[in-house]
């Protein structure tokens, strides 16, 4: 969890001066959706000492998604439907289960339908005694305006690269590895620690081979691979995801920023 941001939160918890709308924004993989839960660990963690001893029973089941006053909603396929929002609200009428604090988590909420969307405004408009909520978006750009004003907005950036690196040492990962990790992760420790290297780096080379293709000017060959990227679908998010990386990392070179600011400084040459 980002530092400004876990202060903000340890001492809303603390002086119970909490809105009843967080609006949690940032890249994907910052930590947003971690915050999130551990929140609501702290609303409701048997220690009430304002932050979550991670031991008690309320904690661990709040970890393992078993706490039944945590609401968590995320997009079915493409987008939040109307029909979640709905029952969500259904359930939110209802007193709490056992917790001080109903906790509602909206993960993606910049995915809602337009329906989906309303419904939320309504909800949020008049929220439920005792609920808190917590939308998780990566752009305000993707989310209404008048939900925007509802909410308290806590943005998440990118971590510092040391930071990174020492969470990937604490789950076991070697130096060079954790390094690397990093590096490809842009400062996301959530990514950086669901990184695949060596599929990563397969997708680099080839990235890196079509790039060159694109430059030779071959039609043929560029059409040849493009072709065949047509029946790997499911592998092409990745794709442009990478070229995003290298193409940012090419104007990082150009207008002479330090290697520390490159995700692939391994081969700035």
């Known amino acids: 969890i980002p530092e400004r941001v876990r202060r903000i939160l340890l001492q809303s918890v603390?002086?119970?001066?909490?809105?009843?709308?967080y609006l949690f924004v940032g890249?994907?993989?910052?930590?947003?959706r971690t915050t999130a839960f551990a929140l609501a660990k702290a609303l409701n963690c048997?220690?009430?000492?304002?932050?979550?001893?991670?031991?008690?029973?309320?904690?661990?089941?709040?970890?393992?998604?078993?706490?039944?006053?945590i609401h968590l909603v995320e997009p079915q396929g493409q987008v939040?439907?109307?029909?979640?929002?709905r029952q969500l609200q259904e359930v939110l009428a209802l007193h709490?289960?056992?917790?001080?604090?109903?906790?509602?988590?909206?993960?993606?909420?910049?995915?809602?339908?337009?329906?989906?969307?309303?419904?939320?405004?309504?909800?949020?408009?008049?929220p439920p005694a005792q609920t808190l909520f917590v939308l998780i978006c990566q752009h305000l750009g993707s989310l209404p305006a008048t939900v925007i004003s509802r909410a308290q907005v806590l943005?998440?950036?990118?971590?510092?690269?040391?930071?990174?690196?020492?969470?990937?040492?604490?789950?076991?990962?070697?130096?060079?590895?954790?390094?690397?990790?990093?590096?490809?992760?842009?400062?996301?420790?959530?990514?950086?620690?669901?990184?695949?290297?060596?599929?990563?780096?397969e997708c680099r080379a080839e990235a890196l081979q079509l790039w060159t293709q694109a430059?030779?000017?071959?039609?043929a060959v560029v059409l040849g691979s493009a072709e065949q990227w047509a029946k790997r679908?499911?592998?092409?998010?990745?794709?442009?995801?990478?070229?995003?990386?290298?193409?940012?990392?090419?104007?990082?070179?150009?207008?002479?920023g330090e290697d520390v600011l490159l995700v692939h400084e391994d081969i700035r040459d």
Do not use: W
Not at 215 to 219: E, L, M, N, Q, V
């Open 233 to 256: 679908k499911s592998d092409l998010d990745a794709l442009f995801e990478m070229f995003l990386s290298l193409v940012r990392d090419v104007a990082v070179v150009r207008a002479g």
């Open 27 to 32: 890249p994907a993989g910052v930590g947003k």
């Open 96 to 126: 709490a289960y056992e917790g001080r604090v109903k906790v509602a988590i909206l993960d993606d909420v910049g995915r809602v339908t337009v329906e989906a969307g309303n419904a939320l405004l309504k909800i949020l408009e008049e």
């Open 155 to 201: 943005r998440f950036g990118l971590l510092a690269r040391d930071q990174v690196v020492a969470l990937l040492r604490q789950h076991g990962r070697e130096p060079g590895a954790a390094e690397r990790a990093t590096c490809l992760s842009g400062g996301r420790p959530g990514a950086a620690l669901a990184l695949d290297l060596r599929a990563v780096l």
């Open 46 to 69: 048997t220690a009430q000492n304002g932050d979550a001893c991670e031991h008690c029973a309320v904690c661990l089941r709040i970890e393992r998604h078993l706490y039944p006053d």
């Open 215 to 219: 430059r030779s000017g071959d039609a």
């Open 80 to 85: 939040i439907k109307i029909d979640q929002v």
């Open 14 to 21: 603390k002086h119970q001066r909490l809105p009843p709308v």
